[in-house]
């Protein structure tokens, strides 16, 4: 049996583990870069976001409370009590409750509204909806939408 002496030439120009963990290290962060985030739900165009994603969720959020709900649009409509065209995204219980969350424009950060109308009667009052709040998400829209409808005892006795 022969045994090879190491070439030190070799061993030289091999890089070290240690430098091969660090550049694949490297190779990894900048494949990482180059793939694009997903846009947030936030961020998707305006009536996809309530069409595609809020609708849905108010409607098995509501589904979860065991209340049917008969409709559930967005549309462009008239802002209830005051008039004005504005987006609306309109509900309606098979009991004839209904309610408006209006914005002002295509926007989930524009300004919003909320009116409110028992059965047989029409909205009276337009109330401010999340006029404070400087970050506008799914999540916080529907509770604060389902926060008002409970308040309300639309969603159950309190």
Same mark, same amino acid.
Do not use: Y
């Given at each position: ?35 694009? &985030? ?20 108010? &409607? ?51 300004? &919003? ?46």
């Amino acid at each position: 049996m022969i045994l090879e002496k190491p070439d030190k030439e070799k061993e030289l120009n091999t890089p070290s583990s240690e430098n091969q963990s660090k550049a694949l290290s490297s190779e990894v962060q900048s494949n990482k870069s180059e793939i694009p &985030k997903p846009p947030k739900i936030e961020d998707k165009p305006f009536s996809e976001f309530i069409n595609e994603h809020f609708i849905p969720e108010l &409607k098995n959020a509501l589904k979860f409370q065991g209340v049917p709900i008969e409709s559930l649009v967005l549309k462009k409509d008239k802002r209830p009590v005051v008039g004005g065209d504005c987006w609306v995204v309109f509900g309606q219980f098979p009991v004839g409750r209904r309610f408006w969350v209006t914005f002002s424009s295509d926007d989930i950060k524009s300004s &919003k509204n909320i009116s409110l109308a028992e059965t047989r009667s029409e909205p009276a009052l337009l109330e401010s909806f999340l006029i404070d709040e400087k970050k506008i998400t799914l999540k916080l829209l529907l509770s604060r939408l389902l926060q008002r409808l409970n308040g309300q005892k639309w969603l159950s006795d309190n």
